[in-house]
């Protein structure tokens, strides 16, 4: 340990990480402080359940916007692997239970899939009309957020008028309703908008549009893709990237204080050895923007809110579905519960008014279908399986007055959701521990700010930004800048952060890099 760096970076997830070895890459000392174990973030694989060998991706679980050349610039190993389908949405009606079903790519099958739910070829027109508008959009941004900031105006001369003007300037809903007209093929478009992110599909403010665009833009394509080995395999890879180049990696370190002046900065932190400081010329913060302002003695305004519900579960078998569709198929890509426009509005409206959704949308998927290298070789050879549930629309409020029951709460009623399209007990199915526990993990906001630090659970640490200059000022600079010269953002909170991206990372390791 030296007395002085180039960089201090403040905390140790994918994005500083990133940063780290692009900057030592380029010669600059760099020094991570992570407060855990383990760096890595919320992008870790963990064995969830004690005394069973499977490690999940605990937290977040797949990638789309980690740009290839970040990954081709570090010299990562990587295997990013491509879902067999792309999504599958159980669906009751009248009194029939059937399945929406799109591959990838899509083909046949997609096509007779939504004729089977909506009676005619119209709604796959309509879906692959606008999609094609949006894979236009995102060949334009994709290549842009890798480079300083473009101004809005020059992007949309880019593109199509029209739907830049449908997805950047009126709420989405607006956009949905006048395309579509299945309740069903609605809610799975929309679902996109509002994965953490907690706002009905109408709001002026157009939140819910960012998160759909960040969710369709990833590398061009929008494609989710699976980390094989899980996603502490993203960020075992980052850091081997890191170590390689020269960085200094820290666990075990608390940081206490961040202090920048625009010349020179100072970070204090604690760790096993007690207390202790360093001097550098840069500091890059990987925490969220209100976690700095604490960490720099400043007032820290409204904490972000997180709004959803993460549940981990270890099948001994993947369950038989009502519509009698192949469960290794309808589980291979995102499997979406309850997720009709209609049933996202009330949830959405329900949970702004202070109540649990009744009936909570969700989405399901199983790491283990792409990748069974997660699972030890005995429980991929019985049929076990992973399924990680992503539950929409349960801000952290709902939690606030009982985390624990109200947790246990959610978690059943999510479940019971996904148990209503199955042709045999949930619970049947759910493998145990040595001990005889059903293998069901669930997470609040709560539970996921106590675990890894994100203030109210916020998976972006607070609402996504438009990936553009906000204005004269911002354009030819990187979204990484704060109020000092020498101090600079590099995680989600940066102007393009969000997800499992490196983004941010990069971005502001750029900036110091081209000054």
């Not at 050879?381 to 992503?390: E, I, N, Q, R, Y």
């Not at 399209?421 to 199915?429: F, G, T, V």
Request: net charge negative; aromatic share 6%.
């Amino acid at each position: 340990m030296k007395d002085f760096y180039d960089v201090v970076i403040v905390g140790g997830g994918h994005n500083g990480l990133v940063a780290a070895a692009y900057l030592a890459q380029a010669g600059m000392s760099t020094l991570v402080l992570e407060q855990q174990r383990h760096t890595g973030g919320a992008a870790v694989s963990q064995q969830v359940f004690a005394g069973v060998d499977a490690r999940l991706s605990r937290y977040s679980y797949l990638v789309s916007l980690f740009p290839d050349k970040i990954v081709a610039d570090l010299g990562l190993s990587l295997d990013l692997r491509s879902r067999a389908v792309a999504s599958y949405t159980p669906v009751r009606r009248s009194g029939r239970d059937v399945g929406l079903l799109v591959e990838r790519p899509e083909g046949a099958g997609t096509r007779a899939s939504f004729e089977a739910l909506t009676g005619s070829d119209a709604e796959y027109s309509a879906w692959s009309e606008f999609y094609g508008a949006v894979g236009s959009l995102a060949e334009v941004i994709a290549p842009t957020l890798l480079e300083p900031l473009v101004p809005a105006a020059e992007l949309r001369s880019r593109v199509d008028a029209g739907i830049w003007d449908e997805i950047m300037e009126r709420p989405l809903g607006e956009t949905i309703e006048r395309r579509f007209a299945d309740d069903t093929v609605r809610g799975v478009v929309a679902t996109d908008a509002v994965i953490g992110t907690f706002a009905g599909l109408h709001d002026e403010s157009l939140i819910q549009n960012r998160c759909f665009l960040y969710h369709l833009i990833g590398n061009g394509t929008g494609e989710w893709r699976v980390p094989v080995g899980g996603m502490g395999a993203v960020t075992d890879a980052l850091a081997a990237a890191a170590r390689r180049a020269g960085a200094v990696l820290v666990t075990n370190a608390s940081v206490t204080s961040v202090e920048a002046d625009g010349v020179g900065g100072s970070v204090t932190w604690l760790g096993g050895d007690g207390e202790r400081s360093v001097d550098c010329s840069y500091v890059l913060s990987n925490v969220a923007p209100t976690t700095l302002d604490a960490l720099r003695g400043r007032p820290v305004g409204a904490k972000p809110e997180g709004s959803q519900l993460k549940i981990n579960l270890l099948l001994s078998r993947l369950p038989a579905l009502k519509s009698g569709d192949d469960p290794r198929r309808a589980f291979a890509g995102t499997f979406h519960i309850d997720e009709d426009y209609s049933q996202l509005e009330s949830a959405y409206r329900s949970a702004a008014s202070g109540a649990l959704p009744a009936v909570p949308p969700s989405e399901v998927y199983c790491h283990s279908l792409t990748d069974p290298s997660i699972l030890s070789p005995s429980l991929v050879a019985s049929g076990h399986h992973t399924l990680t549930v992503f539950g929409v629309h349960f801000p952290a409020r709902l939690f606030a007055s009982d985390n624990d029951s109200a947790r246990e709460e959610a978690a059943r009623r999510v479940l019971a959701g996904l148990a209503s399209y199955l042709a045999e007990p949930l619970e049947d199915c759910i493998a145990r521990d040595p001990d005889g526990n059903l293998c069901v993990e669930a997470k609040t906001p709560y539970d996921i700010e106590e675990s890894v630090g994100m203030p109210g659970g916020h998976i972006f640490h607070g609402d996504l930004q438009w990936p553009w200059a906000a204005g004269d000022a911002d354009a030819g600079r990187w979204g990484t800048e704060t109020d000092v010269a020498n101090l600079l953002i590099c995680g989600s909170g940066a102007r393009r952060g969000g997800a499992v991206s490196g983004i941010g990372g990069h971005n502001a390791a750029m900036s110091l890099l081209t000054r």
